[in-house]
């Protein structure tokens, strides 16, 4: 019966097919992990343990994700990136804060300087009608400005000055100042301890601190 017992070597070699074991660790038609002893026991029933006990599904799952979440770990790279922008982020910061304080110290610059530059414009005027104030002066000494539209027009214009800040220096009596004061002539006086400014030839001005022209007086000196 040889021939009998190769056609039953035949069909047992036939019966048998190979067996292929898929160990991936990810699903590739969920996408989701295997559990490492859900593969040993793929032969355990649906809805038990490999030992016959009932599994439950969610503590299943949740045990899974848990496991899959504490076996995450950060790569040494990502970690020395995220160090990286958070260092970053600190430089553009302290740049952001120093453009803001340049900012606002350009900005203290240009109002000090347009106030400078205001100033400076208002001095301008100021000095270039000095001598038509001394012209009113001298025609109000010489009794030219007494009354009549004239006389009007003067104290309007001198008004008009005053509130951009014009001070006349003409005081007499006072002690003599060097910085606004111009002595001429000195005199001996009697009963002086000080130098004092007894006579006023040219009135001085000053805008503010700025003394835009000291007087011209003669001064009374201890005998």
């Given at each position: 019966?040889?021939?009998?017992?190769?056609?039953?070597?035949?069909?047992?070699?036939?019966?048998?097919?190979?067996?292929?074991?898929?160990?991936?660790?990810?699903?590739?038609?969920?996408?989701?992990?295997?559990?490492?002893?859900?593969?040993?026991?793929?032969?355990?029933?649906?809805?038990?343990?490999?030992?016959?006990?009932?599994?439950?599904?969610?503590?299943?799952?949740?045990?899974?994700?848990?496991?899959?979440?504490?076996?995450?770990?950060?790569?040494?790279?990502?970690?020395?990136?995220?160090?990286?922008?958070?260092?970053?982020?600190?430089?553009?910061?302290?740049?952001?804060?120093?453009?803001?304080?340049e900012y606002v110290n350009y900005r203290k610059r240009v109002e000090r300087d347009?106030?400078?530059a205001g100033e400076m414009a208002v001095i301008g005027v100021l000095n270039s009608?000095?001598?038509?104030?001394?012209?009113?002066?001298?025609?109000?000494?010489?009794?030219d400005l007494t009354d009549g539209p004239f006389a009007a027009i003067a104290t309007?214009?001198?008004?008009?000055?005053?509130?951009?800040?014009?001070?006349?220096?003409?005081?007499?009596?006072?002690?003599?100042?060097?910085?606004?004061?111009?002595?001429?002539?000195?005199?001996?006086?009697?009963?002086?301890?000080?130098?004092?400014?007894?006579?006023?030839?040219?009135?001085?001005?000053?805008?503010?601190?700025?003394?835009?022209?000291?007087?011209?007086?003669?001064?009374?000196?201890?005998?």
């Amino acid at each position: 019966m040889p021939h009998h017992g190769n056609e039953e070597e035949h069909n047992s070699s036939a019966s048998q097919e190979p067996v292929i074991r898929d160990n991936r660790k990810v699903d590739p038609v969920t996408g989701q992990a295997r559990h490492p002893e859900g593969e040993k026991h793929a032969d355990a029933p649906k809805g038990e343990s490999p030992v016959g006990e009932p599994v439950d599904s969610d503590g299943d799952a949740l045990a899974q994700a848990e496991e899959i979440l504490n076996g995450i770990e950060v790569p040494a790279e990502e970690s020395v990136a995220q160090g990286a922008g958070q260092a970053e982020a600190a430089e553009l910061k302290n740049d952001l804060l120093r453009l803001q304080a340049e900012y606002v110290n350009y900005r203290k610059r240009v109002e000090r300087d347009r106030a400078v530059a205001g100033e400076m414009a208002v001095i301008g005027v100021l000095n270039s009608l000095l001598p038509v104030l001394d012209d009113v002066d001298a025609a109000r000494q010489h009794g030219d400005l007494t009354d009549g539209p004239f006389a009007a027009i003067a104290t309007k214009l001198e008004n008009a000055l005053k509130t951009y800040g014009l001070v006349r220096i003409d005081q007499t009596g006072v002690e003599f100042d060097p910085t606004i004061h111009e002595a001429l002539i000195q005199q001996p006086g009697e009963d002086i301890e000080v130098d004092t400014v007894s006579q006023v030839l040219r009135s001085g001005y000053k805008s503010g601190e700025r003394v835009l022209r000291a007087a011209q007086v003669i001064v009374a000196v201890p005998a």
